[in-house]
């Protein structure tokens, strides 16, 4: 007989008109790995929001450890030891890491009347480095680490309780290989203990390796459990999207590009961690960019967009230096940064404000007038090509779910027809259904001419579209290599180290 730790039982959510979870079952084991898949807007966070108490279901039983369980707050899901790493940014950047980490608990550190800083941040420190972490500390201001730190602060907040249950809502993606270990290793930990981990992931084949048991959510309804025996990869597939998918989604072609240089970097170097870098995109290339996540290139991203200040070097399109994003867009260069919620998005207005603002000037305006209608069909093109799930183009960014965000940081860009695109990792979050969608649209982009910066921590993605790939290694190129030449993972990956 299998040990349930936690049972859900007929949970039933809505958000106003979107009903996000419809009759959901869904048993975790002792011992297990338990991974939760779906397309984007299937209602996995939502169900994992629910367990963690973030979000009230509208109705549903919930037994944990053989027990009716009825939390009323986050707080009290976690101190009857449920966790969540939540998807989006879990941290509050004005305050320091030690506060984030002990939030609500303060009361822990305090005499009575002041709370002991110095006492929490010590506790920090040990929390950290009990799960391998010395980098990071708790004094240190929360705003000054980079969106990877800040989710090793969120996995060491819910590991700090020794929880039964941990639940990592897509935490891997935004990891890098040594944050990757970081969080598997938990995992493992909480295995060997007799207790229980929920993953939330887009990569079927991580999914496939690390779990025991899958869950695969469709429009809020579960289309299947399956047992490890029983993982298949297009059975999977399909069971999330509804539809047959074909193994190979990228692109098969070996294509040439033109000659024409249409966006150069003569060694450049940055205050951070990129150091005379040179390099030209040219027109109809898709150029890819990878490297460990320290390598720089993330920076060099920034850097090509006029985003990111230069000790020395420069940037230049037709003829002109990129100094600045005003620049950059107005020579026709698109951004599609990494961290979405802080770089890409305004989350607080919606859907169609954030699609319709970086081609008003081209898209929207005619003759000097401001057209409405003009602005509702150019949105509505771009939600329909990329299937954003929205109730209205009014809904409000912040109710998207992950990989909607997503989509619209790249309707946005999509829209105004640049020249130039730079990805900074543009399928994070994506479901493979869109990926796919993602993947021709890029295509289509290098035919009509248009070039492409991809700068990606997906080797497959990496090899699969680009023309080039360069590897950056400690800030600097450490090697390029050609489509042609028939590149391997394990070629990119040597060369990272
Ligand atoms: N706070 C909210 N307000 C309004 N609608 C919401 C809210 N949270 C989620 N939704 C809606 O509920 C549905 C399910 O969203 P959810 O975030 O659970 O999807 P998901 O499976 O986690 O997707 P992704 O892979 O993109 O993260 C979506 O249609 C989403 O727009
Ligand atoms: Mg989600």
Not at 204 to 219: G, P
């Amino acid at each position: 007989m299998p040990q349930y730790l936690l049972k859900c039982e007929d949970v039933h959510k809505s958000f106003g008109i979107t009903k996000a979870l419809d009759g959901v079952d869904f048993c975790v084991e002792r011992g297990k790995i338990h991974g939760l898949i779906g397309e984007n807007g299937s209602g996995k966070s939502t169900l994992a929001n629910i367990i963690g108490r973030i979000y009230a279901a509208d109705k549903g039983k919930f037994t944990l450890r053989g027990e009716t369980w009825t939390p009323k707050s986050p707080q009290e899901a976690f101190s009857d030891g449920v966790s969540i790493i939540v998807q989006e940014t879990g941290t509050i950047l004005s305050i320091t890491v030690a506060e984030n980490l002990f939030l609500g608990r303060y009361e822990e550190f305090s005499d009575g009347f002041i709370v002991n800083a110095g006492k929490m941040e010590k506790a920090a420190d040990q929390i950290l480095s009990s799960i391998g972490v010395t980098s990071i500390y708790g004094s240190q201001m929360t705003a000054r680490l980079n969106m990877q730190q800040r989710k090793i602060v969120e996995i060491a907040k819910a590991v700090s309780n020794d929880p039964d249950l941990l639940i990592a809502d897509e935490t891997s993606n935004i990891l890098s290989e040594e944050g990757r270990e970081i969080l598997f290793r938990l995992f493992d930990k909480q295995i060997k203990n007799n207790k229980s981990v929920v993953t939330i992931t887009h990569n079927i084949e991580e999914a496939m390796e690390l779990c025991d048991t899958l869950t695969i959510l469709r429009d809020g309804k579960v289309t299947a459990t399956l047992n490890k025996e029983e993982f298949d990869e297009n059975r999977i597939k399909s069971l999330m999207i509804g539809r047959e998918i074909k193994d190979s989604f990228y692109r098969t072609d070996n294509d040439e590009y033109g000659e024409e240089v249409v966006l150069r970097m003569v060694d450049a170097t940055s205050l951070r961690d990129v150091t005379r870098v040179s390099l030209e995109l040219h027109k109809g290339e898709i150029l890819g960019i990878g490297g460990l996540a320290e390598s720089g290139m993330h920076t060099l991203g920034k850097m090509l967009f006029g985003a990111e200040r230069l000790a020395c070097g420069k940037v230049e399109c037709n003829g002109k230096t990129v100094d600045s994003p005003e620049t950059a867009v107005a020579l026709g260069i698109a951004y599609i940064s990494k961290d979405r919620d802080v770089e890409s998005l305004a989350a607080s207005t919606n859907v169609s404000a954030n699609i319709a603002i970086t081609g008003t000037d081209v898209n929207v305006i005619s003759k000097f007038i401001y057209s409405v209608k003009k602005e509702k069909k150019y949105v509505l093109d771009q939600i329909e090509r990329l299937k954003i799930k929205v109730n209205s183009r009014f809904d409000k960014v912040s109710s998207l779910s992950g990989g909607n965000k997503q989509k619209v940081a790249f309707a946005k860009w999509f829209a105004r027809d640049c020249q130039i695109y730079i990805m900074d990792c543009p399928t994070r979050g994506i479901d493979i259904g869109v990926k796919q969608e993602v993947y021709r649209m890029m295509y289509q982009l290098k035919q009509q001419g248009k070039s492409i910066v991809l700068i990606g921590e997906e080797m497959a993605e990496l090899i699969g579209m680009s023309d080039r790939i360069i590897i950056l290694k400690e800030g600097r190129i450490s090697r390029e290599f050609r489509r042609s030449e028939g590149v391997t993972e394990d070629k990119l990956i040597h060369s990272m180290f």
